[in-house]
């Protein structure tokens, strides 16, 4: 898990939240919930369904998985992975993107 957060899921992650989500839906200095919003839908649809079929994949292989077990994972797990994801995150994330200083 450390070798898929140092290699693949941080820099992604950097890059995301400094450069690709702020040009998708930048924020005023006084956030509306419309801009929450878009913000929030950007985040759990780019950015997590990328988190969940890269983490499915990349953890089946690095556990000596083959490329079917991989996609096999995917098709098995990502589905409820999402939706565990979509019950929390975007209230977690609307006070993130609302409260916390984007440079943060």
């Not at 780019?46 to 096999?72: P, V």
């Not at 409820?80 to 984007?102: E, G, H, K, T, V």
Request: glycine content about 6%; some cysteine.
């Amino acid at each position: 898990m450390g070798l898929f957060g140092l290699a693949m899921y941080g820099p992604f992650c950097c890059y995301w939240y400094t450069k690709w989500l702020p040009r998708l839906a930048p924020l005023s200095s006084k956030p509306t919930f419309k801009e929450l919003g878009i913000k929030i839908l950007y985040d759990e649809t780019l950015e997590s369904s990328a988190f969940y079929i890269s983490f499915l994949y990349t953890m089946t292989r690095l556990e000596g998985g083959s490329h079917e077990d991989g996609t096999f994972k995917i098709k098995r797990d990502f589905l409820r992975c999402y939706l565990a994801d979509l019950s929390i995150w975007p209230i977690i994330q609307f006070a993130n993107f609302r409260f916390a200083a984007p440079h943060l």
